[in-house]
């Protein structure tokens, strides 16, 4: 096998009626493109005959690589692994249940032509439980709003991916799911296409309203970890001084009270109340100080790793 162009990562969890057709579909779709490929499937845990049927697929292709983890990690340690070992330049991750459909890969290579780093699909009409589908767009809507980053369907499992891209990522928890977001931060060119996608064939999809809950929460932590993870004392300073101005202003007022009706009598829980803002604001502000003294040492950044070329 020559030097790979193309990568496809694949998590799959009790996915065995899926990967052979996934395999086959992909096949088709590369035909034309005519470059040497990789398929990498990560089996995360699966308890039915995934792993097996995943080893045929190694046996008869050798562009098929399997890595069988020891239990179910979940999907952000499969995606690292298979940035990890991926050699090729560009790389495509999908989902092994069929529902991401590979004859959207020409197009989204087309796209990436126009000049972006990354592709990532837009299940714009999706065949999903209506619990999941309403969940989904209330966590992209609070992404962009939050973040600014105006992508659609950041958890579409279908993304295309330059080397460079996925080589800044560092997947943990259930941060896949704002991928996008982390590569517009590292001022990556984000690019977003309108993919069709497909009833579920097989199984079922184990989402539940806990994933959406969960899904806010990460959100919260790509907000301080893409806005602030550089620079801690800006949020805990802003917010402190936010909390320390608020009960100074209530300070000037119970003394303004004082001084012209001599009496702060009925005023009493509002003093308190502005006290208590103060001492939240400096606790905040030296939280602020103590993380910046934490973050400094280990500040020193790769910024050759920013350059896109040198003429």
Avoid at 7 to 21: G, T
Avoid at 146 to 171: A, F, P, W
Avoid at 281 to 300: C, D, H, R, W, Y
Wanted: net charge positive; glycine share 8%.
């Amino acid at each position: 096998m020559g030097k790979v162009y193309i990568s496809f990562i694949i998590p799959a969890k009790n996915e065995q009626d899926s990967v052979e057709i996934l395999y086959q579909e992909i096949l088709e779709a590369v035909k034309p493109i005519n470059k040497e490929i990789e398929i990498i499937f990560i089996d995360d845990g699966s308890t039915d005959n995934t792993f097996q049927n995943l080893k045929k697929l190694q046996i008869k292709d050798k562009r098929v690589r399997v890595i069988q983890l020891r239990g179910n990690f979940g999907k952000s340690v499969t995606l690292q692994l298979g940035f990890d070992f991926a050699q090729g330049e560009l790389i495509f991750t999908l989902d092994a249940d069929l529902q991401d459909n590979p004859a959207e890969i020409p197009n989204l290579l087309k796209e990436l032509d126009k000049g972006y780093d990354m592709v990532s699909g837009w299940k714009k009409k999706r065949h999903d439980p209506w619990t999941k589908v309403l969940s989904s767009r209330i966590i992209n809507f609070l992404t962009r709003t939050l973040t600014g980053v105006q992508i659609h369907d950041t958890n579409c499992g279908l993304k295309l991916y330059r080397r460079e891209v996925t080589e800044s990522l560092n997947l943990y928890g259930e941060l896949y799911r704002f991928i996008p977001v982390f590569a517009a931060k590292e001022n990556f060119k984000i690019g977003e296409i309108v993919i069709e996608h497909r009833a579920r064939r097989f199984g079922k999809s184990n989402f539940g309203w806990g994933r959406g809950i969960k899904g806010i929460l990460d959100l919260i932590t790509v907000v301080f970890l893409t806005g602030y993870i550089r620079r801690p004392g800006h949020f805990f300073g802003t917010l402190g001084l936010l909390s320390f101005m608020a009960g100074f202003i209530i300070g000037l007022y119970i003394t303004y009270l004082r001084v012209t009706t001599g009496s702060i009598q009925f005023h009493q829980p509002l003093l308190i109340f502005g006290m208590l803002l103060m001492i939240i604001g400096i606790q905040l502000i030296s939280t602020g100080l103590l993380a910046e003294m934490i973050v400094f040492p280990n500040q020193k950044v790769n910024y050759k790793s920013y350059i896109r070329e040198i003429i």
